[in-house]
């Protein structure tokens, strides 16, 4: 019986650990503030690229969408989607991103690439998944002001837009 009960402690002191290495690692990282008033450019993301996976189709545009919208609940900042200056699964750099919104009034730019986008059947017990890298550019000298990267998994009893939507107010939280 003193067994089982060392087997079970040391299983849950490994869950915890694994656990609290998980929560303690810092998922958006904020170097500076936005000034109050400030216009950000929201890029479509670039799509995910996972080989053979359908759902990655179109994700970089529902996670652009998603993140332009939560963040202009903001009354303080304008986040302002707009149009993807290349395909949706060509990278698009952080130099290039800031080019072209350079000269349109834009004060900072949201790029990003997902990660994983995957979506299952309703009541096939899977996970949903999304992940993503997102990061907010000065315009001026295109300076990180902030970045995103993180992955969200949950049962089907949700789906991927409502993981990007708590993954958008994480960031929206940090202005």
Do not use: W
Not at 14 to 27: E, Y
Not at 30 to 49: M, N, Q, W
Not at 60 to 83: H, M
């Amino acid at each position: 019986m003193k067994n089982v009960s060392f087997l079970h402690f040391a299983a849950a002191a490994v869950f915890s650990a694994a656990l609290l290495s998980c929560a303690s690692a810092p998922t958006v990282i904020k170097y500076e503030g936005l000034p109050h008033g400030s216009r950000v450019a929201v890029i479509p993301f670039r799509d995910c690229t996972i080989s053979g996976q359908d759902d990655c189709s179109g994700s970089g545009n529902i996670a652009g969408t998603i993140y332009a919208r939560v963040l202009a609940s903001r009354p303080d900042f304008r986040f302002e989607p707009v149009s993807r200056p290349v395909a949706a699964t060509e990278a698009l750099s952080d130099d290039a991103a800031i080019k072209y919104v350079a000269g349109k009034g834009f004060d900072f730019v949201m790029n990003g690439e997902v990660n994983d986008f995957y979506r299952v059947a309703p009541m096939t017990f899977r996970n949903e998944r999304v992940g993503l890298s997102v990061r907010i550019l000065r315009v001026q000298d295109g300076k990180i002001i902030t970045f995103q990267t993180e992955a969200a998994h949950a049962g089907n009893f949700t789906t991927p837009e409502r993981m990007l939507e708590g993954l958008a107010s994480k960031l929206a939280e940090k202005f």
